[in-house]
């Protein structure tokens, strides 16, 4: 019994150990925040002996404002983007799980496979195309490609799944069309999927670097985590303000922290779609 005992005790002490180290990064993010460039060099790894807003104006008015704008682009084309994922991948989703037609599994698996291609290897005949077509540094580019997610798809097709078809049938006796069906039934039944694949897919773009920093040519057109990198001191390269870097990392972790604090038990509850059974 006393072993066991030890055994809990040391096994709470690695987790909190464990905890520690990542959380530790973060917090020390948001106290370096509120230094001077000259504490934040003597001082970067405990609390602020004289905390300060200066950052945060300073990173205001950094470059007329750019970093404002940069935060707006990516609100932008994270909502618009997470907004067409789920509009096209649910109804994908409606059609594959609730519906038989002429080769649908072998369309299905062909989609998955397509998740086994590195996204890395697309970027060249994606560049080429999209240039064609005079997309390039807009909007577009970072909101359309992308938007027919394959895994978002398989999420809410698993839930759908587990929707009983005797809703369905009951709706089509009732005279429901496909699409009364489907925004009726389908889509508030599905809340939970849905929920769990916008926050997925929120949290992806947001965090979306190589695209846009290979596609978008314009500053203004940029989202803040492209931007955040490229601080400088009166466009020096080698000066580099650290204490506006720390708080533009703070200024962009904020709406993801805030989503997956909001709906985190809808993200954990992701993990477990594809072992939904009827």
Known sequence: MKMRHFKTILFNLFLLLAVAVVLYPILLMFMDSFKTAKELSSNP??????????????LYRYNRGQIVQTFMNSVYVTLVHTALVLAISSLAAFAFAKYEFKGKNIIFSALLMTMMIPGELLIPPLYIMLAKIGWISTYKIQIIPGIAKVMSLFLLRQYMMSIPDSLIEAAKLDGA???RIYSRIVMPTSVPALATVAILEFLYKWNDYLWPLLMVNNPAKLPIMVILPTLTIDGNLFSIPWELVLTGCVVATIPIMVMFLCFSDKVMSGITLGAIKE
């Open 45 to 58: 790894a405990w609390f602020p002996m004289k905390p300060t807003l200066e950052n945060y104006i300073n």
């Open 177 to 179: 069309g496909h699409f």
